[in-house]
């Protein structure tokens, strides 16, 4: 059983930045991709980046430039830097991790509000 907890949303202005972080639980975690999804309201959760245990990353279209995802082994934890925040940008952020053997998990979300 894998537990992820993600923290660090809130209400920020159109320009600004937020750093999500995702704690998770495992001895081998290292070895689990990870990857940050979001959901806007009535639209259906999408993924936004990605990063296997070995440090590829890849991106949604809409967030290249602007968002990087990282991971720190030593903390179990994956983090997603946000910069230049748009409105559009406004969703429930959750977390992911796939273990080696495919199995899927996901944190709780946390609220992520781009607005003036």
């Known amino acids: 059983q894998v537990q992820l907890v993600e923290s660090g949303g809130g209400l920020v202005q159109p320009g600004g930045s937020l750093r999500l972080s995702c704690a998770a639980s495992g001895s081998i975690y290292s070895r689990y991709a990870m990857a940050w999804y979001r959901q806007a309201p009535g639209k259906q959760r999408a993924l936004v980046a990605r990063?296997?245990?070995?440090?590829?990353?890849n991106y949604v279209d809409s967030v290249k430039g602007r968002f990087t995802i990282s991971r720190d082994n030593a903390k179990n934890t994956v983090y997603l830097q946000m910069n230049s925040l748009k409105p559009e940008d406004t969703a429930v952020y959750y977390c992911?991790?796939?273990?080696?053997?495919?199995?899927?998990?996901w944190g709780q979300g946390t609220q992520v509000t781009v607005s003036s």
């Open positions: 990063i296997t245990g070995g440090g590829t990353t």
């Open positions: 992911s991790a796939r273990t080696v053997s495919g199995t899927d998990y």
